[in-house]
């Protein structure tokens, strides 16, 4: 059996006993926020293994470069990316795609903090080489919608001290969105004069720019706020990882995390290989219950995507509509680019139940793994004969109808679906820890959708956790939350920002299309 090993230094251990917040020590943090410490120091490893080259993955691994504490650190990135293409991450993962949003318009006030930040990179287009240049990103503006009673006008919410999203609705969200986005632009006028409410159903399908579509009862518009391009976003960040020298690829699929007694000491291959380092960071986004068992913490859901080709008389009647979202049905559509329409849903989404050859790392060394079938994705990279449930499809149209004033396209052929698949928490906050019943081993999931905004600024974060700083604002937010054998499975996401069923199963609403 092959062996690729870097170090056998101890890693810097976890906190102990049960999935308590993370400590922090009081090292240097590239971050502005303020962090949380304690005496527990951090000690650097010597090698690091990053399982996945999603948003998390490679914003990580570009942020460890720019770190001097890890200047001696021998990093690599192991994907299940296609050893002759060389490009990372593979075309199956939640974000390679033709657009994501890229806002600020949270109800959680430090993801729209957050959110700013990366928006300020995300509009840096001087040079060719800046993240938002050639197309990368384009501020159209969003339209953030919601349906249900229409609030007083000119009224915006005063956001709680302790927000409880779980009791949120659509309503309350974007509500609570537009109290944020006001406050970050309190001290600048030029981003204030971007934020308009819409009261009534008019003044939503005048913002709208589509000459008659609309959607929701109430809303704003964010001039500020817009898409970029998924694919060539994180095309430009393995670039910039690359051109460190300092990153080592491997293209391989993870079956299984090695372990020594409670240590993890690496991953082994599918192919036989197994690469060795002193601290793993598991970053596999939907697939990692396959290598964990995180039943109590977040669930792999698929999500519809539909694709319509559009005629240039089409897209020239869309060209200056904002990005459109619907909180309370989780429906939105993103500019036509290249005259191709894409429509989607952010949903409490499908489950796949899958049975696994290799069972994933349980809780703690003393248990067993409690789920033997976890959800899993099924992409078309998996099953190229994959369409999408006639119930999603069916939503999505009932989108264009809504929000696309033009019949002609309602009924048209879909040029591609897709499931787009979320790891998704029950508040819809990240996971990013050290798991407290295994050294060694540093997780990262739970993007719930909304992770590959960040992009810019979320490596950062990542590595002031790993460093044991984490921010002070994501402080029980991002930590692994407590369990015990009572503890049930988690099957969905609430956070007043998801439409469509609860507990759908993918398998099930596919036999419904025959």
């Known amino acids: 059996m092959d062996s690729m090993s870097a170090s056998n230094q101890d890693t810097p251990s976890s906190s102990s006993s049960n999935f308590s917040p993370t400590s922090q020590a009081n090292n240097h943090s590239s ?8 005496d527990t120091l ?26 001097p504490e890890f200047s001696a650190c021998s990093i690599t990135v192991i994907d299940r990316s296609d050893a002759a293409s060389g490009v990372f991450p593979a075309p199956d993962a939640a974000s390679v795609d033709t657009s994501r949003i890229i806002r600020a318009d949270y109800a959680d006030s430090a993801y729209a903090a957050l959110g700013a930040q990366a928006q300020l990179q995300w509009r840096n287009k001087s040079k060719p080489t800046d993240l938002g240049a050639q197309g990368r990103y384009t501020e159209s503006g969003l339209l953030l919608v919601a349906d249900g009673a229409t609030p007083s006008p000119n009224t915006p919410p005063t956001p709680p001290a302790k927000l409880d999203k779980t009791k949120l609705t659509g309503m309350d969200y974007a509500r609570l969105s537009w109290a944020n986005v006001l406050s970050l632009a309190s001290q600048n006028p030029d981003l204030a004069r971007h934020i308009r409410e819409l009261p009534d159903t008019t003044s939503i399908r005048d913002a709208a720019r589509t000459g008659g579509g609309s959607s929701g009862t109430w809303g704003y518009i964010n001039e500020g706020s817009g898409w970029a391009d998924a694919g060539a976003s994180m095309a430009w960040l393995y670039e910039q990882v690359k051109q460190t020298e300092r990153v080592t690829f491997v293209a391989g699929t993870v079956i299984s995390l090695e372990r020594d007694g409670d240590r993890i000491t690496g991953a082994a291959l599918s192919d036989g290989r197994i690469l060795s380092a002193d601290l793993v960071m598991l970053a596999a986004g939907a697939w990692t219950a396959s290598l964990l068992d995180i039943s109590t913490q977040a669930v792999a859901t698929g999500q519809v995507l539909g694709y319509l080709d559009i005629t240039q008389e089409e897209q020239d009647q869309l060209n200056n509509m904002p990005v459109i979202l619907n909180l309370t049905s989780g429906l939105f559509i993103i500019p036509p680019r290249d005259r191709v329409l894409k429509i989607a849903r952010h949903a409490y989404g499908y489950l796949n139940p899958t049975p696994l050859s290799v069972a994933p790392l349980p809780l703690s060394p003393s248990t067993a793994t409690s789920n033997q079938r976890p959800s899993l994705p099924r992409t078309s990279l998996s099953d190229p004969t994959l369409t999408i449930p006639a119930e999603g499809e069916a939503d999505l149209r009932a989108c264009l109808r809504e929000m696309i004033p033009i019949p ?13 698949w979320y790891s998704d928490t029950p508040t819809g906050d990240f996971v990013v820890d050290y798991h407290p019943e295994w050294k060694g081993l540093f997780v ?28 002070t604002e994501f402080e029980g937010k991002w930590n692994l939350k407590p ?29 419904k299309n025959k």
């Open 42 to 67: 951090f000690s650097p490893p010597s090698s690091l293994l990053i399982v996945g080259s999603g948003v998390f993955g490679l914003s990580t691994a570009l942020a460890l470069t720019r770190r």
């Open 408 to 420: 002609a396209i309602w009924d048209r052929r879909f040029s591609k679906t897709r499931l787009c």
């Open 483 to 511: 369990v015990s054998s009572s503890t049930a499975p988690f099957l969905v996401t609430e956070d007043g920002s998801r439409g469509g069923k609860v507990g759908m199963v993918l398998a099930d609403e596919l036999a």
């Open 31 to 38: 971050s502005n926020s303020n962090t949380a410490s304690n």
């Open 444 to 471: 990262t999931f739970g993007d719930s959708g909304h992770a590959f905004k960040f992009l810019p600024v979320l490596g950062d974060k990542v590595v002031d956790c790993i460093t044991k700083r984490r921010p």
